[in-house]
């Protein structure tokens, strides 16, 4: 059997291959991404076949190298078969035997040929008409559901900027209905009983859409706009009833702050939000049993919580438009309804509800999970000698909201919307209301001064008529609340029972703190160095009400006692220690959960004197690194965007931890008594009210005091965590579709500690 012309025609066609159009095509591969600003277009491409990765180790060298790369290899190889002339094996002789040089030749050249032609037409999709590419790529992301390392949505994302910033029209069908079912898909799989966290990458590219829009005038994507500003796609569009997560209200506030100056991307928000109070937060009616007792109370309670929260919300947006002076957005708000006679779902109807709400914000230490102005940050008020106008606006709103009640007309006979509050039954309540009054008055004078804002709302004769009745409204509150309080017992002097009490339950707390992080304490002597990184723990002081620590007020604080030291091991121990690894790390690798170990082993090599300190580990990362178990140190850290981090360091790289005598002049000063010598703890619980307390009084505002029932309580210590200067610790991170953190680095990328 003969092959003739076959080294001729295949050589030929390599040649062309490798020679003329590889260099032509690697030139165009190394464009991609760039017309459409892409940066994860090309992570994209690279997963392609054939341009798809293979990774090989041998021995100590490991890499990776793509499927055509690796078959170009191997028809040059496959030349050297023609060079050689060998003899048969085993005596072999046919056609096939004494030709089977060729017809390798043939066989990878023919496989070359049809993966450059496959080659070939990703190449021009990837370089081609932004409509079909991105149609290409939403197919894909739906095909792959979406798996975490994918970075389809991130690309899909940059076609979402892209076609804002060119007004490319035909790119926005295609965007709508990828995101309509990437959210829609994400809460039909949703468990109803936790609230709902979309994916980081799906925040983020509502609150860039709402970053660009604002400065870009779109005249051709306005359903684009409309479902991102309106934040159609995070509360949802199928009427489901589904709890709004943290994580959520945070991203709808950066969007808020971002669109608050723009009317019209507010109305658009606003009727998204009124309709979704009626159709997705509906009020549950108690049901009854036989012997008429609630059998739903769980989901009553559940949904008055989500309420509250929602409402809150709403409330701290009014304030920032107040502040923002956005005037004319006030009004339509005030003004927009759905329904006829007007129902307003977003604003109170009762001044029980105005009171309540205005207790609620202008208390500073109310219980919340964070202050509200870390909660809610406005433009310009986020550093410390500003940060409680937040407060202040949020108050202000609520007073403007009082206002406004006086302007609704009654259309059923059990309306009354000026009717006094109903009152709250604890005297801790009722305190607080009193104290809170004065406050009302100042904010709502200021309202009242405002031509501007009460000409633009149509407030003006509103207020003209009603100006005495303001007065005596807020005097007859008063009136009724100290009469319902009896205030004079909140005279009495501190309790020595609960005084010890406080003591004693702080050092419990501040200790078992503090024991937690034993195991990461190094255990050598420390000479103190000049160039030592020394981070600091320290206590705090508040001021609570005075009736947490006197007798027979009617109020039972359930933690008087605690609150203040659980804070302090919260928000300062357990949050700064861990965090304190982040700022003595000496270098940072982004891994994930498949090559973690690997990372892990390239670190360590055979060193036995070292560690992994793990912070906040999830159970899958304590599955995956199940091996390194006897060198883990895991600890726990109240900072909740810390997860999954990991420290790996030698033993005599641990931090020091050292407890320090404060100076004696700040204890004689501030009257600190030492409650615990281990630990250098001491205390305070000063009666502000009392004459020897003067001085201290004098460093705190009038609105700081209110009705001087105050007692300024204090827990102070001087915690060191000591490095070394000389320190090698490497911080490990692992990629989540939940958090952006980077581009992921490479095994080869990792130097082993010294």
Avoid at 5 to 25: K, Q, R
Avoid at 473 to 484: C, V
Avoid at 683 to 695: G, P
């Amino acid at each position: 059997m003969a092959f003739s012309n076959i080294v001729e025609i295949c050589v030929a066609i390599d040649i062309a291959i490798l020679g003329i159009a590889y260099p032509i095509i690697i030139d165009k591969i190394s464009g991609i991404g760039e017309k459409f600003s892409s940066n994860y277009l090309s992570n994209i491409f690279n997963s392609e076949f054939p341009q798809r990765p293979i990774k090989y180790k041998w021995r100590k060298y490991s890499g990776e190298i793509s499927i055509f790369k690796l078959i170009l290899y191997c028809t040059i190889i496959s030349f050297l078969l023609l060079i050689f002339d060998a003899e048969p094996w085993f005596g072999w002789d046919n056609g096939f035997i004494n030709n089977s040089a060729n017809l390798i030749v043939l066989l990878i050249t023919i496989v070359l040929t049809v993966c450059f032609f496959q080659w070939l037409d990703i190449v021009v999709k990837y370089n081609g008409k932004a409509t079909s590419l991105l149609q290409y790529l939403t197919t894909r992301y739906h095909a792959s559901e979406a798996t975490q390392d994918d970075y389809n949505l991130k690309t899909i994302n940059e076609f979402a900027i892209y076609a804002i910033n060119q007004q490319d029209e035909h790119l926005q069908e295609t965007l709508l209905e990828f995101y309509y079912l990437a959210f829609s898909n994400i809460r039909q799989k949703h468990d109803r009983t936790k609230p709902l966290v979309y994916p980081y990458d799906l925040y983020e590219i509502v609150y860039r859409l709402c970053y660009k829009l604002v400065d870009t005038d779109n005249k051709n994507l306005l359903a684009l706009e409309h479902r991102a500003v309106s934040a159609t796609w995070l509360l949802g569009e199928d009427f489901e009833e589904i709890e709004i997560s943290e994580e959520t209200y945070e991203w709808l506030w950066r969007i808020m702050y971002a669109i608050s100056d723009k009317e019209k991307f507010i109305r658009m928000y606003w009727s998204t939000a009124h309709q979704y109070t009626d159709m997705q937060m509906p009020y549950i009616m108690a049901e009854h049993n036989d012997k008429f007792e609630i059998i739903n109370q769980v989901a009553i309670d559940k949904r008055q919580r989500e309420k509250k929260r929602y409402f809150e919300f709403h409330f701290a947006l009014g304030g920032l438009l107040l502040y923002r002076e956005q005037y004319s957005t006030l009004k339509y708000i005030f003004t927009y309804t759905q329904s006829q006679p007007p129902r307003y779902a977003l604003l109170p109807e009762s001044m029980t509800q105005i009171f309540a709400w205005f207790e609620s914000f202008s208390n500073e230490f109310k219980s919340r999970r964070e202050p509200l102005d870390r909660r809610y940050s406005f433009p310009e008020l986020d550093n410390l000698g500003t940060r409680r106008q937040v407060n202040f606006w949020m108050c202000s709103y609520m007073t403007l909201l009082f206002v406004r009640l006086y302007s609704l007309n009654q259309h059923y006979t059990y309306q009354n919307f000026t009717a006094q509050p109903n009152l709250p039954d604890s005297i801790a309540e009722l305190r607080d209301w009193l104290q809170a009054v004065p406050f009302f008055e100042s904010c709502l004078k200021r309202i009242l001064e405002n031509e501007k804002l009460l000409k633009i709302l149509g407030f003006e004769k509103v207020v003209e008529e009603h100006q005495a009745d303001f007065s005596k409204y807020i005097e007859d509150l008063k009136a009724r609340l100290i009469e319902k309080s009896g205030t004079q017992k909140l005279n009495a002097a501190l309790s020595a029972e609960k005084l010890q009490k406080f003591k004693d339950s702080s050092i419990a707390i501040i200790k078992e703190a503090f024991s937690k992080y034993e195991s990461i304490k190094n255990l050598g002597e420390y000479t103190e160095q000049e160039n030592d990184l020394k981070l600091t723990v320290t206590g705090q002081t508040i001021l609570t009400g005075k009736n947490s620590f006197i007798e027979d007020t009617g109020v039972h604080h359930l933690n008087f006692d605690t609150i203040l030291a659980e804070s302090i091991a919260s928000h300062s121990i357990r949050k700064y220690i861990p965090n304190s690894f982040l700022v003595a790390k000496s270098r940072r690798y982004l891994l994930n959960q498949e090559n973690i170990n690997d990372g892990i082993q390239k670190l360590i090599g055979n060193k036995k004197d070292v560690v992994i300190v793990a912070v906040n580990l999830s159970y899958d990362t304590k599955a995956t690194l199940e091996k390194y178990k006897s060198q883990i140190i895991e600890i726990k850290g109240s900072e909740y965007r810390i997860q999954d981090c990991l420290f790996v360091l030698k033993k005599s790289d641990l931090p020091f931890i050292i407890h320090r005598e404060l100076d004696a002049k700040v204890v004689a000063d501030e009257k600190f008594e030492l409650i615990d010598n281990n630990l250098k703890l001491y205390s305070a619980i000063l009666d502000l009210s009392l004459a020897e307390n003067t001085s201290i009084r004098e460093k705190y505002t009038k609105e700081d005091l209110e009705d001087e029932l105050k007692v300024q309580t204090t827990l102070a210590f001087l915690t060191l965590i000591v490095y070394k200067n000389k320190r090698e610790i490497v911080q490990l991170n692992i990629a989540s579709q939940y958090k952006e953190q980077g581009i992921q680095n490479k095994i080869e990328e990792i130097e082993p500690l010294s």
